[in-house]
């Protein structure tokens, strides 16, 4: 079973929508988590940490539940610029962060 | 000012030879990694050194040899390349290693073995 897994999608979701998407981990000792963001043929680039009581930061919603091992992401209002694959990734108590392979997110007009 | 830069951008190579990739960032931070993105899109961990000293080396071939002069620069060297390290190589840094930092990555190294 892989780390970090992912819906790869596509979610194709017209400009305005709200799109939402989880990931599950299998490591139950995983202490930090994040959603990253990148772009076709760009580097990855932190969108926002996910905290244990859940998080905003405008119109991205983070929640972590722990008891059931997934994280999701949650756009409200989408633009054409949300269209991106998202990164959901996951670090134990080590060095090393794990990534899924992306949730794919096309905005359309 | 670009933050983690990567040379080359692009490397296009045959199999067997010997190739190096190499990272740089301005930001002051003490620990550096490699990253290989395959096709699938996985980001892996390859590498990474905290303060010239190599914390991490996960299970990659020995044909890869990180090497760090200085705790601003993280080189990758590949010895006899092969077909599948066709990917994107991606440098990254965070502040310090550890639980909860943000990670800075490079533009990436796109490789590909003829």
Redesign the interface.
Known sequence: RKEVEQDPGPFNVPEGATVAFNCTYSNSASQSFFWYRQDCRKEPKLLMSVYSSGNEDGRFTAQLNRASQYISLLIRDSKLSDSATYLCVVNRNDYKLSFGAGTTVTVRA | DTAVSQTPKYLVTQMGNDKSIKCEQNLGHD?MYWYKQDS??????MF?Y?NKEL??NETVPNRFSPKSPDKAHLNLHINSLELGDSAVY?CASSQV????N??F????TRLTVL
């Open positions: 620990t699938k899109k996985f980001l892996k961990i990474s905290n914390i991490i991606f290693a550890g639980v909860g943000e990670q990555f490079g533009p990436g």
